[in-house]
């Protein structure tokens, strides 16, 4: 299988949904708002990941513009801060890693990590482009996002946005803004035993 996207030539090895391989992070976001629609259709989706016990750990807190989103630019190292900013809404994403008997929830950031695909997906079946970013202040986000710091762990934040053009972002980043490739499936899914 293989995808119609100048900048995506992923060939998939085996039958796979289309959406696997169509999506890709591009750094290249087009300053167009994205509506109230839009926005609770992401966390629409990312809402029904499964998560151990139903504990449904994520949080998610986003700005879309005006002193919020300017707040949340503040939090981004120099690369994500390059082309960031022009994606219509930013996501700080939290897992809750202690629950309400002061228990640690040892899946969370992989329930989070589940939601986060979840939105991810839905974003690209809207026509809209999704980046995660670990290179952010991490502990800043806890005071930018009001958080507590004592039940959650922040884990990243995502630019959400519609596609933009090469003329969107710096031209150091064009020749490095297209879809990558992936480890042959042989080398990370094992029958028995692992074998590396
Ligand atoms: C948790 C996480 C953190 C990431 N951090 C950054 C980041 O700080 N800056 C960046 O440009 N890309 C970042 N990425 C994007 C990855 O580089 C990208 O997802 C990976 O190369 C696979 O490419 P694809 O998403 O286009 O399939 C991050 C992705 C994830 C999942």
Known sequence: MTVSDSKNSRVASSSVEPM????????????????????SSLFEAAHWAPSSSNRQPWLFVYATDGPDRE??????????????PNAGMMVLIFARIVDDEGNKIRTALFDTGAAWMSLALQAN?????????????????????????????TVCAIAVGYRGTDDDIHERMVEQNFANDRKDVREIAFKGTYSG
Do not use: C
């Open 20 to 39: 696997f391989i169509e999506r890709w992070s591009s750094k290249a976001f087009s300053d167009k708002a994205l509506s109230d629609d839009q926005i």
């Open 71 to 84: 707040k949340f630019n503040t939090l981004l190292n120099e690369g994500n801060a390059r082309y960031a």
């Open 125 to 153: 079946r809207m026509g809209l482009n999704t980046r995660a970013m670990g290179g952010i202040d991490l502990d800043a986000a806890y005071d930018v996002a009001r958080v507590p710091r004592d039940k959650f762990e």
